[in-house]
């Protein structure tokens, strides 16, 4: 029996994810707790497409990027969590709920965001997220997803 992996590199990542360049949202998953908890990390670069308006010489990174980068680390702790790398399944969003913004993200800073599922195992799944950058809370939300897990 293979042992399930406790952290996604970008090779993991993209075969879990559909998601490309310029929309895939996490560089690495780390500290993957039995399909209940991780933390992904987001190298925040000036060279993403976002910056060029989002806003010229002031790059923020959009909210809405934020908590997409808290889905996919989502996407990929299930999906490693439920071996899923190679396998065609479908992640949507249904609602967010409680968001809040506390600082801008902006280019060199180290995004993580930290996932906690509050409900999960049938199609519709609740997490928790909270993105951080040096330790001081950016962003927080709950969100809910329909996951489409293929049948074994």
């Known amino acids: 029996m293979t042992e399930t992996p406790t952290t996604a590199d970008i090779d993991l990542i993209q075969r879990i994810l559909p998601h490309r360049y310029p929309f895939l949202l996490v560089d690495r998953v780390v500290d993957i707790q039995g399909g209940e908890t991780c933390t992904g990390i987001k190298n925040v670069t000036f060279n993403e497409p976002h910056f060029q308006g989002h806003f010229p010489g002031e790059p923020v990174m959009p909210g809405v990027t934020i908590v997409e980068a808290m889905a996919q680390t989502a996407a990929v702790m299930v999906g490693v969590d439920k071996g899923l790398a190679d396998k065609k399944f479908g992640v949507y969003f249904m609602a967010l709920d409680g968001v809040k ?4 993200v902006v280019p060199g800073d180290q995004l993580k965001m930290h996932v906690t599922v509050k409900r999960g195992g049938g199609k519709v799944w ?9 330790g001081e809370l950016a962003c927080q939300a709950e969100f809910t997803a329909m996951m489409d897990l293929p049948k074994d």
Do not use: T
Request: proline residues 0%.
């Open 126 to 134: 609740k997490f928790e997220g909270r993105a951080e950058v040096d």
């Open 101 to 104: 913004f506390r600082r801008k």
